[in-house]
Nanobody
């Protein structure tokens, strides 16, 4: 069992930056594949990016085309935390952001554990 708690959401203006955090508990974190997703009102949950173990000490990150070059995922295994650094935010980035654990794809159904979500609102 893995518990995930997100934080760091808020209201910002277009062009601003924001960093979301997700702290995990309940399992050896360094070997867990992590993902970030978002869901805007009336839309399906969509993939933002993932951070997956590549080997015993390296990780692979990939991103949705809509955020590539603006968002960066990193992790701190000592803190059991994964981060989503969001730069050059746009109004269309407005959504509830979720971190998820255990999946190796961009498909939400592949992930076993989810946080409660944190709201990000970008004003124009």
């Amino acid at each position: 069992q893995v518990q995930l708690v997100e934080s760091g959401g808020g209201l910002v203006q277009a062009g601003d930056s924001l960093r979301l955090s997700c702290v995990a508990s309940g399992r050896t974190f360094s070997s867990v594949a992590m993902g970030w997703f978002r869901q805007a009102p009336g839309k399906e949950r969509e993939f933002v990016g993932s951070h997956r173990p590549f080997d015993s000490w390296r990780y692979y990150a990939d991103y949705a085309d809509s955020v590539k070059g603006r968002f960066t995922i990193s992790r701190n295994n000592a803190k059991n935390a994964v981060y989503l650094q969001m730069n050059s935010l746009k109004p269309e980035d407005t959504a509830v952001y979720y971190c998820a654990a255990g999946g190796y794809s961009s498909v939400p159904a592949d992930y076993d554990y989810w946080g409660q979500g944190t709201q990000v609102t970008v004003s124009s």
